[in-house]
């Protein structure tokens, strides 16, 4: 099944406490994002990127990290988290090119930090 | 920040009646995406519209792209409990979705 999976589903943490949340596509897609949700704001773009080791900030970047070192891998670090950093993550990755598909959505990070 | 705004916030609907969901821009839009997110789910995509003036069905939903392409609409016609959810549209730039902050919709049966 062609899929996008996240883990893990929740964390709750401790200010300061580095985390990962990964991320991981079987579609062989190109482009990988991960967005953060809160409420009456929408999704907002955290991090992108558009193929191995190629990455670049989105709109909200501030606190985060992403590596892309394979294709199907788009982890998401924080290296200290902080309380505004509580939110629902999802990432979403689609294949290249100009046609009308759209991302694909991991089923989400629900991430509490204390 | 958001390029894309969307009316109204949340929907209250009666089951079998229609609504209609609005995403509206102060820049013209290159396209625009739609995406369901059911409670407790994740955004599912549903259709990219593309031209100006262009409109699709899905069953009981119907897309609509403005003719200046800063105005994009979804109606549901005879609303049911499965179409419950938040509605997003997103405008598609190279590597990026800008969205709307969503409507939020729920069904009386």
């Known amino acids: 099944e062609a899929q996008v999976t996240q883990n893990p589903r929740y964390l709750i943490t401790v200010t300061g406490k580095k985390l990962t949340v990964t991320c991981s596509q079987n579609m062989n897609h190109e482009y990988m994002s991960w967005y953060r949700q809160d409420p009456g704001l929408g999704l907002r773009q955290i991090y992108y990127s558009m193929n191995v080791e190629v990455t670049d900030k989105g709109d909200v970047p501030e606190g985060y990290k992403v590596s892309r070192k394979e294709k199907r891998n788009f982890p998401l670090i924080l290296e200290s988290p902080s309380p505004n950093q509580t939110s629902l993550y999802f990432c979403?990755?689609?294949?290249?090119?100009?046609?009308?598909?759209?991302?694909?959505f991991g089923s989400g990070t629900r991430l509490t930090v204390v | 920040g958001q390029q894309v705004m969307q009316i109204p916030q949340y929907q209250h609907v009666q089951e079998g009646e229609d609504f209609t969901t609005y995403c509206n821009s102060s820049?013209?839009?290159?396209?625009i995406q739609w995406y369901k997110q059911r409670p407790g789910g994740h955004p599912v995509f549903l259709i990219q519209?593309?031209?100006?003036?262009e409109v699709k069905k899905q069953k009981r939903l119907t897309f609509q792209f403005g003719e200046a392409k800063k105005n994009s609409s979804l109606h549901i016609t005879a609303t049911q409990t499965t179409d419950v959810g938040t509605y997003f549209c997103a405008e598609r730039n190279d590597y990026k979705l800008s969205f709307g902050a969503g409507t939020t919709v729920t069904v009386r049966a």
């Open positions: 519209l593309v031209k100006s003036g």
């Open positions: 979403a990755s689609r294949r290249a090119g100009t046609g009308t598909s759209g991302y694909t």
């Open positions: 820049t013209t839009l290159s396209n």
